[in-house]
């Protein structure tokens, strides 16, 4: 009722929701107005947490050293010769960040279907025309931006395999993720921080690109998403295959710019590989610009993924709505 009341007051296409515990899987799954089970959504910055995975990946199968400089690795990387791939994950790079500046010049390329990850990532890295606006690594939070571009470059590089093969040998086959891919929408669709109307559930709109986006280009149905979130609760189990060992999602789930610099994302909020760390409530979320918004409560062994086609701002909004509703349930409903 609540989701229903929400969309119908807002004038939304729709919403999807769906409820993952620990030991029962799925618990509770819905749909309004335009979306059921089939519905893919692009979920922007929830993509986030889905690009960490890969590359926690790689360093399971000791490919990449997180705490390594990528310099280490790739030829660019002497560009910013300190810079990690942990730095990289968690937005304290000293790059510059998604804001106040979407557009900053100097990384545009990672918003263009044209061209290819490694030489945007390489751009990113070597152009002067950032000097003026970096700052050192662990020195402070910078959220999204270029970060998660270069993560992704690094990713392809240590492995010998472009990121459509990665996601497919990591997430796609082994979890039975059918639904999940990357593109790159923003030039190609004219989206800002508002959900393109024009993808309209199907990625067949988007040109093929080498050149996906790592921070905000995933789609997906809610339930593969759904998938998603239960792996981080099983361990690293998906659909009975291993993805990711629990040492890499712990890593993952950790507060690290508060444990390693003392910093803070917003107040009482720090930041993990992908995720938002609230420090009071000990639950993890990773919320889109399109109205998506994936939470996990890590110590009670439930999340939840709600979905709109929105943007952030409502889709927080229906998400406060909720957090309580579902953990009362949830945990009413055990022994």
Do not use: M
């Given at each position: 009722p609540i989701v229903e009341?929400?969309?119908?007051?807002?004038?939304?296409?729709?919403?999807?929701?769906?409820?993952?515990?620990?030991?029962?899987?799925?618990?509770?799954?819905d749909y309004w107005g335009e979306f059921d089970e089939d519905r893919i959504?692009?979920?922007?910055?929830?993509s986030k947490m889905i690009t960490a995975g890969v590359l926690l990946r790689l360093a399971d199968d000791g490919l990449v050293d997180i705490d390594a400089p990528i310099a280490d690795v790739v030829e660019w990387g002497a560009g910013n010769p300190d810079v990690t791939v942990a730095q990289l994950l968690s937005n304290s790079s000293g790059l510059v960040g998604l804001l106040p500046d979407p557009g900053y010049?100097?990384?545009?390329?990672?918003?263009l279907a044209e061209g290819a990850l490694q030489?945007?990532?390489?751009?990113?890295?070597?152009?002067?025309?950032?000097?003026?606006?970096?700052?050192?690594?662990?020195?402070?939070f910078r959220y999204g931006g270029a970060q998660s571009h270069v993560?992704?470059?690094?990713?392809?590089?240590?492995?010998?395999?472009?990121?459509a093969q990665l996601i497919?040998?990591?997430?796609?086959?082994?979890?039975?993720?059918?639904s999940l891919g990357y593109n790159n929408q923003f030039v190609q669709l004219a989206s800002g921080f508002e959900y393109p109307e024009a993808f309209d559930g199907d990625p067949s709109v988007l040109q093929a690109t080498d050149n996906p986006n790592m921070e905000g280009g995933a789609y997906v149905t809610a339930g593969d998403y759904a998938k998603l979130l239960l792996m981080h609760?099983?361990?690293?189990?998906?659909d009975g295959n291993q993805v990711l060992s629990q040492a890499a999602l712990d890593v993952m789930h950790a507060d690290r710019i508060g444990e390693v610099y003392g910093g803070d994302a917003a107040p009482g909020i720090g930041y993990g590989m992908g995720?938002?760390?609230?420090?009071?409530?000990?639950?993890?979320?990773?919320?889109?610009?399109?109205?998506?918004?994936?939470?996990?409560?890590?110590a009670d062994g439930y999340g939840a993924f709600l979905v709109s086609e929105a943007d952030t701002a409502t889709g927080n909004e229906l998400a406060s709505l909720l957090y309580d509703t579902i953990e009362q349930t949830v945990l009413a409903g055990r022994p």
């Open positions: 009341a929400f969309v119908a007051e807002r004038g939304l296409n729709g919403a999807a929701l769906v409820v993952v515990d620990r030991d029962d899987g799925v618990i509770h799954e959504s692009l979920v922007a910055s929830s010049g100097p990384y545009i390329c990672q918003f030489d945007c990532a390489a751009t990113i890295f070597t152009t002067d025309g950032d000097d003026g606006d970096l700052i050192p690594p662990d020195t402070q993560a992704g470059a690094v990713a392809e590089a240590v492995s010998g395999k472009p990121w497919d040998e990591i997430y796609v086959q082994p979890g039975g993720l059918d609760l099983r361990g690293g189990n998906c995720w938002w760390v609230d420090r009071a409530r000990g639950r993890i979320t990773a919320e889109g610009a399109y109205g998506s918004v994936p939470c996990l409560a890590l």
